[in-house]
């Protein structure tokens, strides 16, 4: 089954994939994967000063974009 997070879903307002809820979860300064479908977004990343970034695959390497909780809640 194709899973979609909430920036990418095609079936909006539904997904299955919360990034938001994901980034309350992690701790400082480790990441979590995520497998979406749609996107090229590979994990969440919050540093150890409580930063969040999403890591996304472009042309085979990992740049990581800086996100505020409120743009994932969107
Ligand atoms: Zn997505």
């Known amino acids: 089954m194709s899973e979609y997070c909430c920036k990418c879903s095609p079936f909006l307002p539904d997904y299955e994939i919360d ?5 309350l979860k992690v701790e400082k300064g480790h990441s979590e ?5 749609g996107c090229n977004i590979k994990a969440i990343y919050k540093d ?26 969107g």
């Open 48 to 73: 150890d000063a409580g930063l969040l970034y999403l890591a996304k695959e472009v042309d085979g390497e990992i740049q990581l974009e800086s996100i505020t909780i409120e743009k994932l809640m």
């Open 33 to 37: 994967n995520v497998i979406c479908e």
């Open 19 to 23: 990034l938001a809820e994901i980034a």
